[in-house]
């Protein structure tokens, strides 16, 4: 009957993540990305030149394999500065900091600049699944990565506050070995933002690649219904 509850009301992991990162991190951060990139702008000029790609790249792989060091991950991205500092009094910690790292992707012979950065609520996953006491399995783990995604897309579309500052980038990594294969994902979703300044006036049509995964296909994806079945209780 819990169980049963728990999934009618959206009571599971995945849901509350999305919405505590929602509301503790992005409603707060968001609405003050494209002041900071303004403020770089002005001390910068020549960097940030396409005003199209101001906004926080979110990357949500469905692994959720999420590293603290992005130019370990690939190194055609080069992390540049930080942008402006948001500091505010938040839970009883004074002070407290919300900052985005501005980094540089490579791509061949010429560089394209971007706030980005991993949904850090992914870790929680993976640590979950790597806890016995979690009984969180692996596939639990997906189910739930996919989830977080369709419903932090779904709290996110429907925020005013947020609305043209961020973008999402939810992947799922190739099994062939590739160094560069993150950098390519995000250069894709960067020229993607580019191109959609002309796409309704020239009337293209512009497709995911085979790695980058929209709403529909996540839905396609998660059997029996639109929530992941019941966290297992036995230990993997």
Avoid at 34 to 41: A, L, P, Y
Avoid at 49 to 55: F, L, M, N
Avoid at 109 to 119: F, G, Q, S
Avoid at 187 to 200: I, P
Wanted: proline share 4%; hydrophobic share 35%; with cysteine.
């Amino acid at each position: 009957e819990m169980s049963e509850m728990s999934e009618r009301s959206k009571q599971n992991v995945a849901h509350g993540l999305a919405w505590s990162y929602y509301v503790g991190y992005l409603k707060i951060v968001l609405p003050r990305v494209k002041k900071s990139m303004e403020e770089f702008s002005r001390a910068n000029p020549n960097v940030l030149a396409r005003r199209e790609t101001w906004k926080l790249h979110i990357l949500v792989p469905l692994s959720c394999d999420v590293y603290d060091d992005l130019e370990k991950a690939d190194s055609n991205i080069q992390y540049l500065t930080d942008l402006t500092e948001t500091t505010l009094a938040r839970a009883g910690t004074k002070k407290r900091v919300y900052k985005h790292s501005l980094y540089a992707i490579r791509d061949e012979d010429k560089l394209w600049h971007c706030a980005v950065e991993y949904a850090t609520p992914l870790q929680s996953l993976y640590a979950m699944s790597q806890d016995e006491c979690a009984a969180f399995s692996r596939e639990d783990r997906l189910e739930q990565a996919k989830l977080f995604y369709r419903t932090l897309e779904e709290i996110l579309k429907g925020s005013k506050e947020c609305a043209g500052t961020y973008r999402l980038i939810a992947y799922e990594e190739s099994g062939e070995a590739d160094p560069h294969f993150l950098s390519r994902e995000i250069l894709w979703h960067l020229q993607q933002q580019r191109h959609e300044e002309y796409a309704v006036h020239e009337g293209n049509q512009h497709h995911n690649p085979p790695t980058t995964l929209s709403s529909t296909e996540l839905n396609i994806q998660i059997s029996q219904s639109d929530l992941p079945q019941p966290l297992r209780s036995d230990c993997f």
